[in-house]
């Protein structure tokens, strides 16, 4: 065993010592570096010890300012607001008191803002917000009362806030509130120009780098450089706007209607002077209409549909002319009732009578249904071709289809193909479409179709912007719906309504100018309703749509005016006997006179002599409407008669 070499002992003693030596030394040396970096190098490394770290920002420019056409009349600007926060969790009775007194004192608070702060204060929450959107003098007010009570833990913070700074026509609304739109919270633009222009008006945020290096300085690299959001100069006028605001909200009160809606036009540039709804809302305060009614934002001239009734008719007008055959002397025998579809179904005037032998231009003059209703049903060799050949004018005159308007949330409309074999149009389906019922429309749709009337035959799309940082925004066509004569002849027929009869004439009145025009009255469909046949749907007795659309002009015509008042309460409600506080075509008559004092269109120097077109020059179509286009399928009602 003692001769085993498995017991011999294999190390050293000095190479033991020499490791165990080596081993303390590096320790030693280990210890005065860490004795160095905590003392001797202690600054250096603390200012080095981002090496290598990065973080990337953002700078989103201004956004951009609205204008009206003057370019001097702001109506939407990016301001530099202070918001008002606070820490409730940290501070005291005693605290919360004195903030809430300067508050109240710096600002001349009413005592529901008073309870709202007071509320937020005893929340006991970390950090909350007490005001929001003050300017410069109240926050330096704010500043001086905060500093003389003490209250440390309520500051001010520095926000950029969109500022809607011009009042609207109707009170608590600011100018324009459906065409422009708002800013949310988040800094997104919503409905009208601030969503349809999202991006221009938005611009493109600077975006950089900050890197530090091992030096311990930052460098900053640009990683894009952004630009400014783009301002937009409008065709709208500021002092007209405000005018006929003014206008559509003592109509809607007048008449106890639900909405009322007026839009003017150039029909030969497609520029919008004008368009205004009532209610309206006060863009500032977004979130208070937000809460009690959101519906509000919808801009009822571009996204609200209707049955338009009688105006319809100058359409069946021109479809006629344009089959050839027919001349705005052609003479129709009117009629009590029509009957149609094998004794199913019938048509009468809404004053159940007859006025006899009429001709094209009296028939207009006077809405005769079933002068309509024949005159519709004429129009091909059967049923299925006269359907065919209204909707297809409807579709050169945009009805249907959108009208291209740059604003955000446009309806296209609801019209039957009758080329569809789901829903194929009978006798009564094509009478009702002579006198606009059974489809539905928006009033842009009838102030671009009336345009197509008026200026020449050319479809052109409507358009809010003028300009673009200053860059025009280019007029564009999107068809011909008609020949110049037919134009000129419905210019003609369309200002013999508002002399013909006796009211029109009275309350269209306007010396030295022309003007004409087509009213329209339509019933309401209930369809939750019970008829007297006990089924479901029935007509709404107390309420109608009423439209007008007519134009203004020295010796022609040279702007369109579109009014709606939507479920307006007549004060007179008899068969064939409808009367309003204010008529559709009176209010044309009041905005038509703002037209001519904010545009300082001279009088001419006598009554009559019309030319057309008012305006030479009109563009060239820039492209075709397509027989394709057409809005979603609206199944036929199938009512027995129709007044």
Not at 40 to 51: Q, T, Y
Not at 267 to 292: E, K
Not at 353 to 366: H, M, N, Y
Not at 588 to 594: A, G, I, K, L, P
Request: net charge negative; aromatic share 6%.
């Amino acid at each position: 065993m003692q001769n085993d070499s498995r017991l011999a002992r294999t190390d050293s003693r000095p190479r033991v010592l020499f490791v165990a030596a080596l081993l303390f030394l590096c320790g030693i040396l280990c210890l005065g570096r860490l004795f160095a970096w905590h003392t001797v190098d202690r600054a250096r490394i603390i200012a080095a010890g981002g090496f290598g770290t990065s973080s990337t920002d953002e700078e989103r420019p201004n956004r951009g300012t609205i204008t009206d056409r003057t370019g001097s009349v702001v109506l939407a600007e990016t301001v530099m607001r202070h918001n008002v926060y606070a820490q409730p969790a940290q501070m005291s009775d005693e605290e919360r008191a004195a903030a809430e007194g300067a508050l109240t004192a710096a600002l001349s608070l009413g005592s529901a803002e008073v309870a709202r702060i007071h509320a937020t204060l005893a929340s006991g929450r970390a950090w909350v917000t007490l005001l929001t959107g003050l300017d410069d003098e109240q926050s330096g007010a704010v500043t001086a009362a905060l500093a003389t009570a003490g209250s440390k833990l309520v500051t001010l913070g520095e926000v950029r806030m969109r500022n809607y700074k011009q009042v609207g026509g109707a009170a608590g609304t600011s100018l324009a509130s459906h065409i422009i739109g708002f800013v949310n919270a988040d800094g997104v633009g919503q409905y009208g120009l601030e969503a349809y222009y999202e991006q221009q008006l938005a611009g493109d945020a600077r975006v950089t780098r900050t890197e530090r290096g091992s030096d311990g300085v930052d460098r900053v690299i640009e990683l894009s450089g952004g630009h400014p959001g783009a301002d937009l100069r409008l065709c709208v006028d500021a002092t007209l706007q405000t005018l006929v605001e003014q206008e559509v909200a003592a109509a809607g009160v007048a008449n106890r209607a639900e909405a009322v809606s007026v839009m003017v036009m150039d029909p030969f540039t497609g520029g919008v002077l004008s368009s205004a709804s009532w209610p309206a809302y006060d863009a500032n305060d977004f979130a208070a209409t937000a809460a009690r009614d959101p519906s509000r934002f919808q801009d009822p001239v571009i996204s609200n549909v209707y049955e338009p009734g009688s105006v319809m008719k100058t359409l069946t007008s021109v479809a006629a002319l344009e089959g050839g055959g027919v001349t705005t002397e052609s003479i129709y025998q009117d009629e009590t009732a029509l009957i149609l579809d094998d004794g199913l179904n019938k048509v009468q005037n809404a004053d159940h009578r007859s006025k006899g032998t009429l001709t094209l231009r009296q028939a207009l003059s006077w809405s005769r249904n079933v002068v309509f209703s024949k005159i519709a049903l004429a129009l091909g060799k059967s049923t299925d071709e006269s359907a065919r050949s209204i909707y297809s004018t409807w579709l050169k005159f945009g009805i249907g289809t959108e009208t291209g308007i740059d604003l955000a949330g446009e309806n296209h409309g609801l019209v039957n193909d009758p080329t569809r074999p789901l829903y194929p149009w009978r006798e009564i389906d094509v009478a009702n479409a002579s006198f606009g019922q059974g489809l539905s429309v928006t009033l842009a749709q009838l102030a671009v179709a009336y345009s197509a009337m008026l200026n020449g035959g050319v479809l052109v799309r409507p358009r809010i912007v003028d300009a673009v940082d200053g860059v025009p925004v280019p007029i564009t066509t999107r068809g011909v719906a008609t020949s110049r004569k037919i134009s000129g002849q419905m210019i003609d027929m369309m200002g013999s309504v508002t002399k013909v009869v006796p009211l029109y004439a009275r309350l269209t009145k306007m010396p030295f100018y022309s003007y004409g025009g087509k009213t329209g009255t339509a019933q309401i469909w209930l369809k939750d309703a019970r008829n007297e046949k006990g089924g479901k749907g029935a007509w709404d007795p107390n309420h109608y749509n009423f439209t007008f659309v007519g134009w203004i002009g020295r010796t022609a015509p040279e702007y369109v005016i579109a009014v709606s008042i939507r479920r307006g309460t007549p004060v007179v409600n008899l068969q064939g006997n409808i009367l309003n506080n204010v008529e559709s075509y009176e209010l044309f008559r009041r905005v038509s006179q703002d037209l001519i004092a904010v545009m300082g269109i001279p009088p001419a120097a006598t009554t009559g002599g019309l030319t057309s077109p008012a305006q030479p020059g009109v563009l060239e179509p820039s492209a075709p409407v397509a027989d394709g286009l057409g809005g979603d399928l609206l199944p036929p009602r199938r009512e027995e008669s129709l007044v």
